[in-house]
């Protein structure tokens, strides 16, 4: 039998190659050549696999949100961008020091950034601008003496599911000592990392 006879449209030996067949150039038929290739499209996978997982955490886990104000100076800027840990309090508590994004109780259209001073049975008070927790000053180091407010506000015990925040920029910040407390079905999310300006990006802490 001839063994270069087609059957079925397909054809064996070396003679069912057409003539003007072109043969790859050598540098392709090497093996080096060959491992570069999978190289490529092994790293072009991983990148867009990376991303796929960066936007499902994005989407899911933390939420970009513009610092809009001056009430969290000098921890926070006007105008710049963090990502708020949207997750982190299904499964741990609200604590005092964190910095919290929350829906504003008396028009929960807005949303605020403040840091929690007060939690749930805690008594607050401010005398001439320091600020008391249970009848034990507390130490702000984060608010510069020339951010602190001087005014007094009388004790007041946090609700049952409700925190009192406060700005750090104290003399500016509209807060719990204005309108009260948050309930924690109001809050969003913990700030935890900053990405823009660039040279304020890290992890808030």
């Keep these: 039998m001839d063994p270069t006879r087609e059957s079925d449209g397909l054809a064996s030996g070396p003679a069912a190659q057409p003539e003007n067949a072109k043969s790859l150039p050598e540098h392709f038929a090497d093996p080096a050549w060959t491992a570069f290739g999978l190289d ?44 708020v840990n949207k997750f982190l309090y299904n499964f741990d508590e609200v604590g005092k020091g964190d910095v919290i994004v929350f829906r504003f109780p008396l028009d929960p259209q807005k949303s605020y950034i403040k840091r929690v001073v007060g939690v749930s049975g805690d008594v607050v008070e401010i005398i001439g601008g320091q600020l008391f927790v249970n009848g034990e000053s507390v130490d702000e180091w984060y608010v510069p003496a020339e951010y602190r407010d001087p005014s007094s506000h009388a004790a007041v015990v946090v609700p049952d599911a409700s925190l009192y925040v406060l700005g750090d920029h104290r003399n500016t910040s509209n807060d719990s000592r204005m309108w009260g407390t948050v309930p924690l079905p109001f ?14 990006f890290g992890v808030l802490e």
């Design 187 to 200: 809050v969003t999310g913990k700030a935890v990392f900053a990405y823009w300006p660039l040279e304020r």
């Design 40 to 83: 490529i499209q092994v790293w072009i996978r991983d990148i867009f696999v990376s991303l796929a997982i960066a936007a499902v955490v994005i989407v899911f886990l933390y939420q970009p949100v513009n610092v809009e104000g001056t009430s969290m100076m000098p921890w926070l800027q006007d105008q710049e961008r963090i990502f």
